[in-house]
């Protein structure tokens, strides 16, 4: 029987597209590391706008490691002291506990956490263990008015998600613009694809 090297967290509404896969397996069988980052190019309303941010999450980790609650590291007090250092020291933390980041050109995944129709997103707020943290009208005031000229405008940290741009639709990996997606998660020729 072959032996569990890694497992590989996926979120439900995180996409991979096959190269990068490949490409990240690749690394992670060359380097060995304990935990692995992968990047993410977050979407908001749907697959047709696109972020301006970097996000980093768990996505391999090693056997004969653990995670705790969280698939994510929380700062101790020495990697919140690196982490003043700015981002190099943000990193150096990272490092010490093991968690590597794979470079984005490897590999990164396509996170949809708030891509779909407005029922989607309602019951997502409402479910979230952060609903408590997040603006009361979030839903009505920022999802409900958002344009591509709208900025600041994550739930929890408004400047996480800084502004959106609008994104070719053939720059999309194939899982996602072929894929036959409901009304409200993906645009052709500005009308929501239904195929």
Not at 20 to 31: K, P
Not at 89 to 94: A, E, M, Q, V
Not at 105 to 125: L, N
Not at 156 to 185: M, N
Request: aromatic share 14%; charged share 25%.
């Amino acid at each position: 029987m072959d032996r569990i090297d890694y497992f590989w967290i996926i979120g439900a509404d995180e996409i991979y597209d096959s190269a990068s896969v490949r490409r990240l397996f690749g690394y992670v069988e060359d380097t060995g590391e304990p935990f692995y980052q992968v990047a993410a190019l977050t979407y908001f309303k749907s697959w047709n706008f696109r972020v301006d941010t970097s996000e980093a999450f768990t996505a391999f980790v090693r056997s004969d490691r653990r995670l705790g609650k969280s698939r994510d590291p929380r700062p101790n007090l020495m990697t919140k002291s690196l982490a003043r250092l700015g981002p190099s020291g943000n990193s150096l933390g990272r490092r010490f506990l093991g968690w590597h980041p794979i470079p984005s050109e490897v590999g990164v995944f396509h996170h949809g956490s708030y891509v779909g129709p407005r029922s989607r997103i309602a019951k997502k707020v409402h479910s979230s263990p952060h609903e408590d943290q997040m603006k009361p009208d979030w839903l009505t005031s920022v999802w409900d008015k958002w344009t591509p000229a709208s900025t600041n405008f994550h739930p929890v940290q408004p400047k996480a998600f800084p502004s959106a741009r609008r994104v070719d639709l053939g720059t999309l990996p194939t899982e996602i613009r072929d894929w036959p997606w409901p009304p409200g998660y993906l645009e052709i020729d500005g009308c929501s694809h239904d195929a």
